[in-house]
């Protein structure tokens, strides 16, 4: 969970966190999977996550992505949130400049505190947009979480994705204007809160109805594969064009 090359996540290829630990501020934070891994280790001395899920800056991992010759997809933060407001913004900073710099991988982005995240987005790219090879997103759990979609859609962000999971109830006919990717999952692990069917056909008829590509993750449950991953008889993987950006139909296929 530090840096991870052939990350288990279906919609990336590895991760990268230059920050651990993290605080919960909603309902979708509730069985929170990287909280019930890192506490595993709390106590454990010399272990990165020896101080369990409290927030931790790793100034040690900021060149990280630089290591990595072959081009790919990583996932910042993927146990922790980089727009929590005990994280510097300095260090915030830190984090984008190394992006900017290191334009060969994707970076995917991914917060719930989306005004934050706007606001940073905006004033850093204030004269024009972010990176294409940066992407923006946010986490929504259900219909009250959409505020997080309009507060992409007014940032800076070139490509911007959804990340619907877990998904808790429905969501709504939301508008998709200006998103490069939607993907949906059900809630895994001890606890894990069942999703209905009929929330995630809304959001793919959503999707399709605007050119969106739509990718689901899985059903969950006891294990993130114990449901399996067909809706409706099949897997959903479509994938942005080139740069992020909905290819002319909207979708590309891909694993």
């Given at each position: 969970?530090?840096?991870?090359?052939?990350?288990?996540?279906?919609?990336?290829?590895?991760?990268?966190?230059?920050?651990?630990?993290c605080?919960?501020?909603?309902?979708?934070?509730?069985?929170?999977?990287?909280?019930r891994?890192a506490?595993?280790w709390?106590?454990?001395?010399?272990?990165?996550?020896?101080?369990g899920?409290?927030?931790?800056?790793w100034?040690?991992?900021?060149?990280?992505?630089?290591?990595?010759?072959?081009?790919?997809?990583?996932?910042?933060n993927s146990?922790?949130?980089?727009?929590h407001?005990?994280?510097p913004g300095?260090?915030?900073?830190?984090?984008?400049?190394?992006?900017?710099?290191?334009?060969r991988?994707?970076?995917?982005?991914?917060?719930?505190?989306?005004?934050?995240?706007?606001?940073?987005l905006?004033r850093?790219?204030?004269n024009?947009?972010?990176?294409?090879?940066?992407?923006?997103?946010?986490s929504?759990?259900?219909k009250?979480?959409?505020?997080r979609?309009r507060h992409?859609?007014?940032?800076r962000a070139?490509?911007?994705?959804?990340?619907?999971?877990?998904?808790?109830g429905?969501?709504?006919?939301?508008?998709?204007?200006?998103?490069?990717?939607v993907?949906?999952g059900?809630?895994?692990?001890p606890g894990?809160r069942?999703?209905?069917d009929?929330?995630v056909?809304?959001?793919?008829?959503?999707?399709?109805?605007?050119?969106?590509?739509?990718?689901?993750?899985?059903?969950?449950?006891?294990?993130p594969?114990a449901?399996?991953r067909?809706?409706?008889?099949?897997?959903?993987n479509e994938?942005?064009?080139?740069?992020g950006?909905?290819?002319?139909?909207?979708?590309?296929?891909?694993?």
């Amino acid at each position: 969970m530090i840096m991870v090359e052939n990350s288990r996540i279906e919609w990336t290829d590895a991760t990268w966190n230059p920050v651990t630990g993290c605080s919960k501020i909603t309902r979708g934070c509730d069985n929170c999977y990287a909280q019930r891994f890192a506490e595993r280790w709390r106590g454990t001395r010399g272990h990165p996550y020896e101080q369990g899920f409290d927030l931790r800056l790793w100034h040690s991992r900021l060149d990280m992505p630089s290591r990595w010759v072959r081009p790919r997809r990583i996932f910042v933060n993927s146990m922790s949130d980089l727009f929590h407001k005990q994280i510097p913004g300095e260090f915030i900073d830190s984090v984008f400049e190394r992006m900017e710099a290191v334009d060969r991988h994707v970076y995917q982005v991914l917060t719930k505190r989306s005004s934050l995240m706007r606001n940073y987005l905006n004033r850093r790219y204030r004269n024009g947009r972010a990176p294409e090879h940066i992407w923006c997103g946010v986490s929504v759990e259900d219909k009250d979480a959409s505020s997080r979609i309009r507060h992409l859609q007014s940032s800076r962000a070139t490509v911007r994705f959804l990340s619907i999971e877990p998904l808790l109830g429905e969501v709504g006919k939301i508008d998709l204007d200006g998103i490069s990717r939607v993907i949906v999952g059900g809630e895994s692990g001890p606890g894990a809160r069942p999703m209905e069917d009929g929330w995630v056909r809304e959001i793919r008829d959503r999707c399709h109805e605007q050119g969106v590509p739509f990718f689901f993750k899985q059903w969950g449950g006891i294990t993130p594969k114990a449901k399996g991953r067909e809706l409706e008889g099949r897997e959903y993987n479509e994938m942005p064009g080139h740069g992020g950006l909905a290819s002319e139909h909207g979708i590309q296929m891909g694993a």
